[in-house]
């Protein structure tokens, strides 16, 4: 029976340990409720007052569990997922990869999304930023699982790409050019905003190394035009830094800053090879951060400066940049990694607290990916993405809320992924109990197995011939 005097809400949760990651700190609402009408959140406060003022279509029982935003993953390439584990522990991760690489095709690259998004939204990620090759092919699928996505194609036109840093400098390709712009063009048109708006569309030059100045003006242009975030890598290993000297005589900062690429449009993943000066600039420049700790750590045994971007006053958000370098589409390893990382760099059990790791993964990395304005806290006005962690967990007990709330430290430093219990984006549950709600999950693992099996045949060969390390490790009987 309709209250007249209540107003109606599709979803009322109730009775959580609310952390709405609004304002400067946590947010935390003890015995908190939140309210959903369609894709947005209406209300939020203690659950008494809710209940009072609200009837509901669903209400979720939430006691037990500790209520966040949906985890914001700001820097992936989920279409090279299926290469999981394969380059790990060499002296040349891209190197160990090639192998592989060179026999993926586009139904493993929409295989390895599938499953980034698979384990990525079991793990509570709610938004991907995702930067792939054959993003395009990959789009169906996002609008399909329900997830959000800012999707930009990896686009370059350098041929050929990659080699050592002293190599020879790669020709740029006007035919290839032509493609990643026409391509970029399609996703704009196509895509941007569809899904009831879950996915928005962003530009994606891989590097300063794999892209001309022809193209590298063609994507300001229609960052200008249509308001566009450009998610692009910078600084990210030696061969970026010395081609990019040899080629321009400036370093990769100077050749964004000389193109008018170096604002707040930009987000840049890693920084690795900047000057503790160039980090300052690219913050001061209003740029984001893309922090992937494990990524970094795995391939090149360095930790991205993130202290310094947000020492000077930029806003970092946190990736895992991809299941191939960080083996997991999952954030709380990162924020974990992100936090022992950055401890361990400055000599300070202090740096680096683990609420500021929680909001690197929500309202921060929302803000770095350009989506502030609708996701990232749990807020009247904010669209609904939100996840229920269950905190009856081993890995989450005991829960005390005084003298000391511990939950956020539990759920930074011990949560796996595997306590999520409720996934909601844009006001509908895709994710409840263990299972997708919006996909056959065996099907698509069907789909990924299939794909996984062809890139381990097409791949054999070449590894055997290059006696990549992992190749001489399982061939030791290390692996
Ligand atoms: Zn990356």
């Not at 584990?85 to 999304?113: C, H, I, K, R, Y």
């Not at 990232?376 to 007990?397: C, H, M, N, Q």
């Amino acid at each position: 029976m309709p209250h007249p005097e209540k107003t109606h809400a599709d979803l009322l949760i109730v009775h959580g340990d609310v952390f709405t990651m609004a304002g400067t700190g946590s947010g935390y609402i003890e015995d908190g409720a939140v309210a959903i009408s369609g894709n947005s959140i209406v209300d939020t406060g203690p659950s008494g007052s809710l209940r009072a003022r609200y009837t509901a279509a669903r209400v979720v029982d939430a006691s037990e569990c500790a209520v966040l935003p949906g985890l914001v993953d700001a820097h992936v390439h989920s279409g090279i997922a299926l290469l999981r584990g394969v380059a790990q522990d060499s002296p040349s991760w891209l190197a160990s990869l090639a192998p592989f690489v060179n026999a993926m095709s586009l139904d493993a690259l929409q295989a390895g999304t599938m499953l980034t998004v698979m384990e990525g939204i079991r793990a509570g990620t709610t938004t991907f930023c995702d930067n792939s090759p054959g993003i395009a092919h990959s789009l169906p699928f996002y609008e399909k699982s329900g997830a959000r996505v800012a999707a930009s194609p990896l686009t370059s036109d350098a041929m050929p790409a990659g080699g050592p840093p002293n190599a020879r400098l790669p020709e740029f390709s006007g035919e290839m050019r032509a493609f990643g712009l026409l391509e970029t063009r399609d996703l704009i048109d196509r895509w941007n905003g569809a899904a009831e708006g879950r996915i928005a569309v962003q530009l994606g030059p891989r590097a300063a190394d794999f892209c001309s100045e022809e193209l590298l003006i063609e994507i300001r242009r229609l960052s200008e035009k249509h308001g566009l975030k450009v998610h692009m890598h910078l600084a990210q290993d030696k061969r970026e830094t010395e081609q990019v000297w040899r080629r321009y005589g400036v370093r990769p900062v100077g050749l964004l800053e000389r193109m008018g690429l170096l604002n707040e449009r930009l987000i840049a993943a890693h920084l690795i090879r900047c000057t503790p000066e160039e980090v300052e600039r690219v913050a001061r420049s209003g740029a984001s951060m893309a922090f992937c700790p494990s990524s970094l750590l795995i391939c090149d045994g360095i930790l991205p400066p993130a202290d310094i971007f947000m020492d000077a006053g930029g806003t970092v958000g946190l990736g895992t940049d991809e299941t191939s370098s960080n083996n997991g589409a999952n954030l709380w390893s990162e924020m974990k990694a992100g936090c022992l990382g950055l401890k361990m760099k400055r000599a300070d059990a202090a740096y680096m607290p683990a609420w500021k790791a929680l909001r690197m993964a929500t309202t921060d990395g929302a803000r770095a990916i350009g989506l502030g304005h609708e996701i990232g806290t749990i807020e009247a006005g904010k669209k609904a993405d939100i996840i229920l962690i269950d905190l009856t967990r081993p890995s989450l007990v005991p829960v005390m809320r005084r003298p000391v709330r511990n939950i956020i430290p539990n759920l930074v430093l011990s949560a796996r992924g595997g306590e999520i219990c409720l996934s909601i984006i844009n006001g509908s549950i895709v994710y409840e109990n263990g299972h997708m709600t919006r996909f056959d999950e065996g099907e698509a693992m069907g789909f990924i197995s299939k794909a996984a099996e062809e890139i381990c045949r097409g791949a054999g060969r070449e590894a055997a011939e290059t006696r990549t390390a992992p190749f001489v490790m399982t061939e030791n009987g290390e692996y």
